[in-house]
Nanobody, 122 residues
Framework: QVQLVESGGGAVQAGGSLKLSCAAS????????MGWYRQAPGKQRERELV?????????RYADSVKGRFTISRDNAKNMVYLQMNSLTPEDTAVYYC??????????????WGQGTQVIVSS
């Protein structure tokens, strides 16, 4: 049973913007801090939490995206969003959403969705 569905990725040029969306099941989303992770291309790369938001809207960001990315959530729709501006080639990765573990949050991770690919060309 698929419980996390990411969408909105694509190919853009450096300086461009994308908005990612994540539909989560109630059991994963409800009252939990959620986050966006990314896994850059290359062998043995770990998934990095880049943005997180709790149920009250408190947000945290990795230094690499601070000032450029904005995470938001719609609690009525069980949706999480990531607005990405001023993209650089270093943002190229597969992006996933899940409960937030990192950036001060200690949620338990659920099964991963398929992710959404972001490719930024120079």
């Amino acid at each position: 049973q698929v419980q996390l569905v990411e969408s909105g990725g694509g190919a853009v040029q450096a300086g461009g913007s994308l908005k990612l969306s994540c539909a989560a099941s109630e059991s994963i989303f409800s009252r939990n801090a959620m986050g966006w992770y990314r896994q850059a291309p290359g062998k043995q790369r770990e998934r990095e939490l880049v943005a997180a938001i709790n149920n009250s809207g408190y947000t945290r960001y990795a230094d690499s995206v601070k000032g450029r990315f904005t995470i938001s959530r719609d609690n009525a729709k069980n949706m999480v969003y990531l607005q990405m501006n001023s993209l650089t080639p270093e943002d190229t990765a597969v992006y996933y959403c899940n409960r937030a573990y990192g950036l001060g949050f200690l949620m338990s991770i659920s099964a991963w969705g398929q992710g959404t690919q972001v490719i930024v060309s120079s």
